[in-house]
């Protein structure tokens, strides 16, 4: 399946019952040869609205951490683990993440990302381990399915709590380093 044929077939997805109550897919932005790509748990209203990926205020202060470390949306890609909002913004529920996952598989197989930066600990549940702290292991890099990942704090919990930005500046800066060590085209 090249992009255009898993877009549209993700545009027509009824997998589980989020499909029901979206407005839009939020299938993912960026650039399709990306080597890093940041993932988060599901899109929001703003990004429900859209149809856009990380466009409210988390994802200003997203766009704010990439330039941070001199990374724009056009250098890397962003997804999320399911592509339709849950109700009231929930984490979405194992079943709506294991009916969506279809589509990020083939996103990361298109993709073939070099880096995954799992945004916030319900992506890093799914990606790293299903008993991941994100309060104790955020910035540690770790070896999954041949790809080097890591989480980070997401954006909205540094908007509720701005206390986690030091840290979160520290592990953005290994992820700067990282960016350096092991791709050749996204600084």
């Known amino acids: 399946m090249d992009w255009a044929e898993l877009h549209r077939a993700c545009l027509d997805c009824a997998r589980c ?9 939020v ?8 080597e890093v790509l940041f993932v988060g748990e599901g899109p929001g209203e703003q990004e429900d609205l859209k149809g856009e990926p990380f466009v ?3 994802g200003h202060l997203l766009d704010d951490m990439l330039e941070l470390i001199d990374l724009d949306r056009n250098k890397v890609y962003i997804a999320n683990m399911v592509k339709c909002r849950p109700p ?8 709506e993440q294991d009916a969506c996952s279809v589509w990020l598989r083939q996103q990361i197989a298109l993709l073939r990302p070099k880096l995954i930066v799992c945004l916030g600990r319900v992506a890093a549940m799914r990606f790293i381990r299903e008993d991941f702290r994100i309060s104790r292991e955020h910035g540690q890099w770790t070896i999954r399915d041949g790809v080097l990942t890591m989480a980070l704090y997401h954006p909205a919990a540094l908007l509720r709590d701005p206390r986690l930005r030091p840290d979160t500046f520290v592990d953005l800066k290994a992820l700067q380093q990282a960016v350096r060590d092991y791709c050749t085209h996204t600084l």
């Open 27 to 34: 299938f993912g932005t960026g650039a399709r040869d990306a």
């Open 17 to 25: 019952g989020l499909c029901r109550t979206r407005r839009n897919v």
């Open 56 to 58: 409210g205020p988390a």
């Open 88 to 95: 009231r913004n929930r984490d979405p529920l194992r079943e």
